[in-house]
């Protein structure tokens, strides 16, 4: 049986659907969310959702391999995020997202080679400069000279690769195997000289020979690197594949793992979420996901799958509230849209359109929402305005237009409203003149028209839309008679929970 819910219903007396970090304005019946322009929905108050995956069953089992509960961000949108098609930093930009970077809290900030060309290398030495909190990482080559460069540029770390697979030895590098194991003890052990965290990756893990990688990881994990780092370079991988390679690593090294994961096909952040369940350590991501090709685990998308796994853990330590400033600052340098998909900050992440749905929601926000868009200071939204809305979110929308009207009347308002939207795609002026002439005409004398600007022809449409809603109302009030007659209380509840 599921533990109870930690909720009291949201939908008060007042009935006004500010959300609790201001982004929206329910009152004057426009929506305002920074989740973007919401034509047509309702914003619903958000601040009663404390925990809401608490009452879940599947709740993560913990066990002494996983790291869910103690990651490590390494924030990647400066060097794989650099490597993103439409992508040109220059140094107020790289300053920019450093900072707000820092803001939200990740642990550390990864910047492009100093050694791909001087530009990158005066920059890498001028974001060292900031001061921020995140430790500042640069990723080279595994290359004696390359290690060289970065050392100077006043990094706390570098993050060596090298490519391991046999693609990439025949087709990139051209190295052998022995030659990789020995120039990367060269450099590790000339960084750590140095007094740098270190860190050796392989490149193209999942295509790599097991007993190669195996024997590599060991003998650097052996003269003392920080982290041995597992790449799904061309992402192939999936999670159980992820699983068993980081399981039977952990059981190799006892230094940190390090994991990074393309999303060619998917997979980036749950292969990230199963790298944690066995014993990796650090976790690589960008803003948007942005890198190589479709890029990698989105910090955001990690960030939303981790909450769930142990939120107080993400809170304490994650700004969440800086996560939509951050993307909107990189989408905006990018040159490209916020998908409507998008992990917590998508246009449709918190919105509700059934029904259902939104009675669920208008009750208990736990019952449709396993992330509260509170902790991101984002806004929840009903739609009201479609031929699929239910008497529940019209109630919360008179609600915010300050007109009562009897249960009865919502229910006879929203008939109206859907059978509109079965004529045309009605936006929320329409279902709002709908409300206010509906509300009007109970109160008055004169009738005003519901809607104005229908032709003949909508009219007919209109009202055989209309007739159908009410026979079906008609046939629901029948059927429940019959319940209620025959005494079967358990079908007479699944009848009112639904909304007419
Ligand atoms: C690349 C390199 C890399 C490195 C990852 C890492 C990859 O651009 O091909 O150092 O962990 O995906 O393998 O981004
Ligand atoms: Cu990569």
Redesign the pocket.
Known sequence: MCPPVDETPVNGSNGHANGSNGHTNGTNGTTNGTNGSHEGYSAIRSQHNPHPHNASPYKPVGDFLSNVSRFKIIESTLR?GE?FANAYFDLEAKIKIAKALDEFGVDYIELTSPAASEQSRLDCEAICKLGLKAKILT?VRCHLEDAKIAVETGVDGL?V?IGTSSYLREHSHGKDMTYIKNTAIEVIEFVKSKGKEIRF?S??SFRSDLVDLLSIYSAVDKIGVNRV?????VGCASPRQVYDLVRTLRGVVSCDI?C?F?NDTGCAIANAYCALEAGATHV?TSVLGI??RNG?TPLGGLIARMIVADRDYVLSKYNLKKLKDIEDLVADLVEVNIPFSNYITGFCAFTHKAGIHAKAILNNPSTYEILNPADFGMSRYVHFASRLTGWNAIKSRCDQLGLKMTDAQYKACTVKIKALADVRKIAIDDTDSIIRAFHHNLHNEEERTLLDGLTAEEKKKFAAAEAELLGVKEKRALDEAADAQAEVPAAKKTRTAEVS
Do not use: N, R
């Open positions: 794989e490597q990723h993050d690769v990756s490149e193209d780092g597992i790449a799904d370079t390090e990074h393309h690589d890198g190589e990698i």
